[in-house]
Nanobody
Framework: QVELVESGGGLVQSGGSLRLSCAASRRLFTISPMAWYRQVPGKERELVASITTSDSANYGDSAKGRFIIYRDNAKNTLYLEMNSLNPEDTAVYYC????????????????WGQGTLVTVSS
């Protein structure tokens, strides 16, 4: 039933590192580009990093040079390695998959994880 299961959130001090994990169902993971988003209450959800099924990665401005997104195809798991964290990184982080259309007439299906809270203390 649940296609994306996240783990790894928690409390970390400024300057520290954290790795988030997202376990996906095989049928979703193998065909879908995936991403990590984050959201702070009162603000729009922000793209942190994305990765294609062929391991081409892109990063939002806030993540460049600090975060690494990668996927383990054998484990059907998406990761976000977060380094040099600062309090501005505090947010709920969401795993995301964009299931491709099955036909010309159909559209993409957006699949979201439940979210995991990352809190960076000063």
């Amino acid at each position: 039933q649940v296609e994306l299961v996240e783990s790894g959130g928690g409390l970390v001090q400024s300057g520290g590192s954290l790795r988030l994990s997202c376990a996906a169902s095989r049928r979703l993971f193998t065909i879908s580009p995936m991403a990590w988003y984050r959201q702070v209450p009162g603000k729009e959800r922000e793209l942190v990093a994305s990765i294609t099924t062929s391991d081409s990665a892109n990063y939002g401005d806030s993540a460049k040079g600090r975060f690494i997104i990668y996927r383990d195809n054998a484990k059907n798991t998406l990761y976000l390695e977060m380094n040099s964290l600062n309090p501005e990184d505090t947010a709920v982080y969401y795993c995301h998959a964009r299931r491709p259309p099955v036909s010309i007439e159909s559209g993409y299906v957006e699949v979201w994880g439940q979210g995991t809270l990352v809190t960076v203390s000063s």
